[in-house]
């Protein structure tokens, strides 16, 4: 097998969605589980203790663990165009401390936001050139609930969750990028840009901040089946414009819209496995592992730890 096809159909990088295009007539279905820790506390780069948080806050966050569980089908009509829909369901624990010592946990749970996309080939051939240059188009629809409430206290009363605790943005968003592909005999190589641009405001009045991603990621095909990578990947995003009337920005930092906006740089070695051939033919697994190199939050808010990818998928 050429590292042509590993390149163009099988061998993938695991996040980059903007890498995963496909021959006409191709189906892939797939299936995507990620982990993330998040502990310690951070204000721009340097740490906080919950104790120093709750100097200015009633409850200070302590940890928070997210899962995501996506389903993903991806259709190419033609070799430069490749269509995708992702369906995730979300699960996301956060743990807290009062100023009197109390600790306490809030969970919440269901389906995220929707999002449909393409991937166009504007330069090159995937049957045949070693350098393709990838238009890629998101579309994200609010299918994901803003309205997570915890109940309070075992009462009938309750509140509504901060803003990470929710399930979806509640509006529209666009997510425009730019994917350079390049290849040699044994290695192969990209370039990412992506985006998310939240697009009005949701019935709670705020629109979550725009992101912007930069990846470089490079990947060596020793044999047919196994891929090795490593990825550096930053990342950007802005404060929440406007805020949920249900929250008092002044209880937590999380309720605080004006405390969400970031920047980190992570570094991501991963593993591919491919099935070339035989009844699985067309079936691969991929595992990375993400860990921050450095991160600066517009704080107090939680810092990421780790991330935890792992993907099957079946092109056919």
């Given at each position: 097998m050429s590292l042509e096809e590993l390149l163009g159909v099988r061998v993938l990088k695991v996040n980059a969605l903007g890498?995963?295009?496909?021959?006409?007539g191709e189906w892939m279905v797939g299936y995507r589980y990620m982990r993330m820790g998040m502990s310690g506390i951070r204000d721009g780069t340097e740490s906080l203790t919950a104790e120093e948080v709750l100097q200015d806050f009633m409850v200070s966050p302590t940890g928070m663990t997210?899962?995501?569980?996506?389903?993903?089908?991806?259709?190419?009509?033609?070799?430069?165009?490749?269509?995708?829909?992702?369906?995730?369901y979300r699960r996301q624990s956060m743990d807290h401390r009062t100023r009197m010592g109390e600790s306490f946990t809030t969970q919440s749970q269901g389906v995220g936001d929707v999002t449909i996309g393409a991937h166009y080939t504007v330069l090159g051939d995937v049957r045949r050139t070693t350098h393709r240059l990838l238009l890629d188009g998101?579309?994200?629809?609010?299918?994901?609930?803003?309205?997570?409430?915890?109940?309070?206290?075992?009462?009938?009363?309750?509140?509504?969750?901060?803003?990470?605790?929710q399930l979806g943005s509640g509006t529209i968003h666009f997510g425009p990028g730019l994917t350079y592909l390049g290849e040699s005999r044994r290695f192969a190589w990209m370039v990412q840009s992506a985006s998310a641009i939240e697009l009005g405001r949701n019935s709670h009045e705020y629109r979550l901040g725009d992101r912007l991603r930069l990846s470089a990621?490079?990947?060596?095909?020793?044999?047919?089946?196994?891929?090795?990578?490593?990825?550096?990947?930053?990342?950007?995003?802005?404060?929440?414009?406007?805020?949920?009337?249900?929250?008092?920005?002044?209880?937590?930092?999380?309720?605080?819209?004006?405390?969400?906006?970031?920047?980190?740089?992570?570094?991501?070695?991963a593993l591919?496995?491919?099935?070339?051939?035989?009844?699985f033919e067309g079936q691969r697994i991929a595992i990375e592992a993400s860990v921050p190199l450095h991160q600066s939050l517009d704080g107090p808010q939680l810092e990421r730890d780790w991330t935890l990818t792992v993907v099957w998928s079946w092109t056919f």
């Open positions: 890498t995963h295009t496909h021959l006409a997210m899962e995501m569980h996506m389903v993903e089908a991806m259709y190419a009509p033609s070799d430069a165009l490749t269509l995708m829909l992702m369906l995730p998101r579309l994200g629809l609010p299918t994901g609930s803003i309205h997570a409430h915890r109940r309070v206290d075992g009462g009938a009363e309750e509140q509504q969750l901060p803003y990470p605790m990621w490079a990947a060596w095909a020793p044999i047919g089946w196994l891929s090795p990578s490593l990825r550096m990947d930053g990342e950007m995003w802005g404060n929440i414009d406007g805020a949920d009337p249900g929250l008092n920005p002044m209880m937590v930092p999380t309720a605080d819209a004006s405390k969400r906006a970031g920047t980190t740089l992570s570094l991501a070695p591919g496995f491919y099935v070339p051939r035989g009844p």
